[in-house]
């Protein structure tokens, strides 16, 4: 069964540093792994997804994540974080052996950015 | 260019009723998911069809709860005889591919909101 784990219920970071949310994963075969954030009264937005090649991927709104193959990791990251990036983010996992399509998520990690 | 809708965003209903959750994918998209959030957890897979076919149901919890999508686009989820522990955030996402294992973005709604008092 594929699993995935946000082990951080809440970061929190200023302004202007550098941010990491992380997530660990658990599947048989290749994963393919996915960020999406949640913002109050609105619906799940996609941040990016790795499916193969390149390690690290681009996505959204500057954000990037880092797959780690060895770690099972796919921790997520900015630069330079903004105060509207203040939210709760979601990492998912798919396993594509199988025939089931669903996303499998973790139970999230708030995000508080402050001046 | 419309996202995926949801209705209605909120729903509160007595315990025994029966509620229907309709979804509006994005135009064109093939596969259409449920999922269900509780407060504190993130979405859980209830199930999810491509085209008119529900391909998966293993997610729905009991046999309260079904789902339809007669012609391939709008979906509905009915829970007959709510009960308190059915109040919970029931999303939908589409994708624009058929699944089984590909490498498609799920594209989200905003939800409905249950709750049953």
């Known amino acids: 069964a594929q699993s995935v784990a946000q082990p951080e219920d809440q970061v929190n970071v200023a302004e202007g540093n550098p941010l990491t949310v992380k997530c660990t994963y658990s599947v048989s075969g290749n994963p393919y792994l996915f960020w999406y954030v949640q913002y109050p009264n609105r619906g799940l937005q996609f941040l990016l997804k790795?499916?193969?090649?390149?390690?690290l991927v681009k996505g959204s709104y500057g954000f990037e994540a880092e797959f780690n193959k060895s770690q099972t990791s796919f921790h997520l990251k900015k630069p330079s974080a903004l105060v509207s990036d203040s939210a709760l983010y979601f990492c998912a996992v798919r396993d594509p052996t199988g025939t089931a399509s669903k996303l499998t998520f973790g139970t999230g990690t708030r995000l508080q950015v402050t001046l | 260019g419309a996202g995926v809708s949801q209705s209605p965003r909120y729903k509160v209903t007595k315990r025994g009723q029966d509620v229907a959750l309709r979804c509006d994918p994005i135009s064109g998209h093939v596969s259409l998911y449920w999922y269900r959030q509780a407060l504190g957890q993130g979405p859980e897979f209830l199930t999810y069809f491509n085209y008119e076919a529900q391909q998966d149901k293993s997610g729905l919890p009991n046999d309260r709860f079904s789902a339809e999508r007669p012609e391939g686009s709008i979906s509905t989820l009915t829970i007959q005889r709510t009960e308190q522990r059915d109040s919970a955030m029931y999303r939908c996402?589409?994708?624009?591919?058929?699944?089984?294992?590909?490498?498609?973005?799920?594209?989200f709604g905003p939800g409905t909101r249950l709750t049953v008092l």
């Open positions: 996402a589409s994708s624009r591919l058929s699944s089984g294992g590909s490498t498609d973005t799920q594209y």
């Open positions: 790795y499916i193969t090649g390149d390690n």
